[in-house]
């Protein structure tokens, strides 16, 4: 348990470095696509101190002043552009030649054979410096003479790669590299960066490191050498298998390139490499393409060679990268138009469902109305039936009481032979004052049923239309026909029978109501059956 919590501690010490070490990494690629978005500045700023310098040798009017400005052009070509660099090498060795001056013909010999090795011509670099007697030399000539067979024989490494000419190689190249530390003033720029290299070649990756940042960190030091400076770092964190340390400092490198208008093979080509094991292929293809165009632009083939193996091998994977987002994009599509297709037909459905229970319901509420309106009918039919039975009943009772006197006051009269008071007695105007009160009744009865028949029975007629029974408890005769036709008796014949009126009577009178009403006269017995 105390094991595993100092585990766990001291992996949550190690969060913020490896943050920070991202963080750094980060910075430095995006400064450096700052710096490449400024590319035609600093092309610019070459080219003007290129015109300087031709300007200064047109001007040069004597032959040391024409060596110096063709030798300064050769400088600012050698890792500019190949074809220039080799042109001015040589036109400063003619001269050299021509004036006589050993240590100049050494120098031009220098340039040359830089040029050589830069463009892969080994054996012909060779054979140049092969002509040069270093015992014979200054100091300063001594180490351009050891720095060029130094660069010569690792390139003569690097071409053999496999042991044992790797190894017999590498191994001058080294005794040349410990002669310059030798001859150099310790502890000064140029010592600390052949120090830095050799420790390199012994695989002392840390104190190369030291080594360096005394070069990287000097205000002598120029850009150019700042770059070369940062990409020895990175080569020693890619040894130190620090990639996020390698790809910081060979951004720092290409920085440099970029200001410096360098075109020889760049940081960016390594740059690229790195990133690319990172999955960032864009980036990786973006630094390539132009590590490409510098390549091109400075002109060896040597160098578009060592470009070309990488190339390919990014551009192989970006397309890979880009055929799996569009195969993923189409699989997306598809399953997007499958989904769609699906949601459409859900949708589809649930309408079709939808519109079926809709229908349902309205099935289903219009039915509902019919019964609510069949109830309301039956409750109705149910009330007047009640009031109408109860109120017959009375009538009835009354009726055979009056019937019952009479029988006996007629009995009395036949038995005492009085049959003049018998015929007085069934007089018609008697029969007459029954219908009366029966019609009495009948209006009493249907009021209580409707006590707004009369006021929305005369809404169907205008003001001048409009008539009143002789009081609040009895019917005009019009209005008890339609009063009988509101209790469902619809049959003229019954109508007239229950009136003692003829059958053309009740026609007429319903015909004269009709035609003087504001509703159409088919709806006029419909308006009635909504009371």
């Known amino acids: 348990m105390k094991n595993l919590a100092i585990t766990i501690f001291c992996f949550l010490l190690t969060i913020p470095s490896l943050l920070f070490a991202d963080n750094s990494k980060q910075y430095w690629l995006q400064e450096l696509d700052k710096s490449l978005s400024q590319r035609d500045q600093f092309e610019q700023e070459k080219h003007q101190q290129i015109d300087h310098l031709k300007r200064q040798l047109k001007q040069a009017d004597y032959q040391e002043r024409r060596y110096e400005a063709l030798h300064s052009l050769f400088e600012e070509y050698k890792s500019y552009c190949y074809d220039s660099a080799v042109v001015y090498a040589r036109q400063t060795?003619?001269?050299?030649?021509?004036?006589?001056?050993?240590?100049?013909?050494?120098?031009?010999?220098?340039?040359?054979?830089?040029?050589?090795?830069?463009?892969?011509?080994?054996?012909?670099?060779?054979?140049?410096?092969?002509?040069?007697?270093?015992?014979?030399?200054?100091?300063?000539?001594?180490?351009?003479?050891?720095?060029?067979?130094?660069?010569?024989?690792?390139?003569l490494a690097d071409f053999a790669h496999d042991d044992p000419y790797y190894t017999k190689y590498i191994s001058v190249s080294n005794a040349y590299l410990d002669t310059l530390i030798q001859s150099t003033p310790p502890n000064t720029i140029?010592?600390?960066?052949?120090?830095?290299?050799?420790?390199?070649?012994?695989?002392?990756?840390?104190?190369?490191?030291?080594?360096?940042?005394?070069?990287?960190e000097s205000d002598e030091t120029d850009k150019h050498q700042k770059a070369m400076t940062a990409a020895e770092m990175a080569w020693a964190y890619v040894h130190m298998k620090d990639d996020d340390k390698a790809i910081e400092y060979f951004a720092q490198s290409a920085l440099y390139d970029n200001e410096s208008a360098t075109r020889e093979i760049t940081a960016l080509y390594h740059l690229s490499r790195l990133i690319y094991k990172q999955g960032e292929h864009g980036r990786a293809s973006r630094y390539v393409h132009q590590a490409l165009e510098d390549v091109?632009?400075?002109?060896?083939?040597?160098?578009?060679?060592?470009?070309?193996?990488?190339?390919?091998?990014?551009?192989?994977?970006?397309?890979?990268?880009?055929?799996?987002?569009?195969?993923?994009?189409?699989?997306?599509?598809?399953?997007?138009v499958a989904l769609l297709l699906v949601i459409l037909y859900a949708y589809w459905f649930n309408r079709k469902k939808n519109r079926i229970l809709t229908e349902a319901r309205e099935t289903i509420?219009?039915?509902?109305?019919?019964?609510?309106?069949?109830?309301?009918?039956?409750?109705?039919?149910?009330?007047?039936?009640?009031?109408?039975?109860?109120?017959?009943?009375?009538?009835?009772?009354?009726?055979?009481?009056?019937?019952?006197?009479?029988?006996?006051?007629?009995?009395?009269?036949?038995?005492?032979?009085?049959?003049?008071?018998?015929?007085?007695?069934?007089?018609?105007?008697?029969?007459n004052d029954e219908r009366e009160n029966m019609y009495e009744e009948f209006d009493q009865t249907f009021l209580k049923l409707f006590p707004n028949f009369v006021a929305r029975y005369n809404d169907l007629f205008e003001e001048k239309d409009r008539k009143l029974p002789p009081n609040?408890?009895?019917?005009?005769?019009?209005?008890?026909?339609?009063?009988?036709?509101r209790l469902g008796i619809n049959d003229s014949e019954r109508i007239a029978k229950f009136l003692d009126y003829s059958v053309h009577t009740v026609n007429t009178y319903k015909t004269r109501i009709k035609n003087r009403s504001t509703v159409d006269n088919d709806q006029f017995e419909k308006m009635i059956m909504k009371i």
């Not at 009375?394 to 009995?411: G, Q």
């Open 93 to 155: 060795q003619e001269l050299a030649e021509k004036m006589g001056n050993n240590d100049k013909i050494t120098e031009s010999k220098c340039a040359v054979a830089f040029c050589l090795i830069s463009s892969g011509l080994l054996s012909e670099a060779s054979s140049i410096l092969e002509t040069i007697n270093p015992s014979q030399l200054p100091r300063e000539l001594c180490d351009l003479y050891y720095e060029m067979k130094c660069s010569l024989y690792r390139a």
């Open 190 to 216: 140029k010592w600390y960066s052949y120090k830095g290299s050799r420790l390199m070649r012994d695989w002392k990756y840390e104190e190369a490191l030291k080594a360096f940042t005394k070069v990287l």
């Open 296 to 336: 091109q632009f400075y002109n060896t083939r040597l160098r578009k060679v060592e470009i070309g193996d990488i190339l390919p091998i990014i551009e192989q994977d970006r397309y890979k990268a880009i055929r799996s987002q569009r195969n993923w994009l189409i699989a997306a599509s598809c399953l997007f």
């Open 365 to 431: 509420a219009g039915q509902l109305e019919q019964l609510r309106l069949a109830n309301t009918q039956l409750l109705e039919d149910d009330k007047i039936k009640n009031a109408y039975i109860g109120r017959s009943f009375y009538t009835n009772s009354e009726y055979i009481a009056k019937l019952e006197k009479l029988f006996l006051t007629i009995d009395r009269k036949i038995a005492a032979r009085q049959y003049d008071d018998v015929r007085s007695m069934l007089k018609l105007s008697t029969l």
């Open 472 to 485: 609040d408890h009895s019917l005009t005769s019009e209005m008890r026909i339609f009063a009988l036709i």
